[in-house]
């Protein structure tokens, strides 16, 4: 069944997180999500949902800018044209436009939720690879803040269930083995401590002091400690520590996979599509590390339960996610008050269950009007 596009409509959306525990990292403070949420309209009038959950600081793109290249340079290219299946209009996309990854990803994500929809069918069931999990533990990131606060929020989303958390670290001035010491003391042994340094350190020496440092603390993981253009950098980490590295920045586009594979730089890949340019590339790129003997995990640009989804559906459908093993960045119950999208995703018991109605399973509850 082919895919005609009539319309594509993006439109900007505040989306409030909540103040006490916003996320720090090395790269700065996460303290409101400007994103952007994408219909797609099919000629037979269904329609498709995606989020382009951007951050300049992450992909050089705004919520306005994604606006404009996706209503004024990506939308010309595409209404009208007939493709076989989603990832013939990324091409395309791909072929017209540079960059721009979390505009491309919101509307291929919106035409593989029209394409599924179209056939009343899941996402999922077009790309499984397996039974498709019904629960996804989560992991909780962690900001870089003071050893009381980081207990804190261990304590909160401990008792949310959350056994996996991921402490932001790198920041200078603070002492994050007096931070993961005091999570430690706290909760136990229990508790699965991975690290994100978002590339906070400058040279491999820097990086494997600082991971030696932490790993008395039990790490199942360290990702990116190094700076995210430097990817021969981070193999030599990954031959010094013992820890295994899951790579984030350094790699966002199937290219920079190939690059990360060549160099034997990863243990683990952080996945999702909006980092990757596209739900497409997500599942190949997944599928390619499977054949190369890595693991994949589901990382985040704090998207909300319109961005989750997808994520979801990989986590679930795929192989290449152990997920019982490296849980995924769905943490949006965590950071947000109120859902963005009917039917809400289900948070319980530390993780999310994937929606399981057609396509990706939910609309926004804001955004342009039905035909
Ligand atoms: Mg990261």
Redesign the pocket.
Known sequence: MSLRIRRIEARVVDHPVRSQGAIISFLGRHEASHYATVVVTGDDGLRGFGEATTAPIWSGESAETAKWMIEEYIAPRLVGATFDEPAEALALMDRDLHANGFAKAAVDVALWDLWARSRGATVSSLIADREPRAWIPSRASIGVYPPEETVRLAVEFWERGVRTLKFKTGKPGLDDVARLKAVRDRLGPEPIFTI?A?GAYATADQAVRAIEELTPFNLALV??PTPRDRIGMLAEVRRRVSTPILV?EAVFTPGHLEQAIDQDAFDVL?IYPGKNGGFSHSVAMARRARQVGKACAI?SNLETDLGQAPMACLAASLSAFPTEKYACDLMGALFYDRSAVTPPIVFRDGGVEPPSGPGFGVEPLEGPGRD
């Open positions: 994100d978002n990702e990116q984030d952080s990382g």
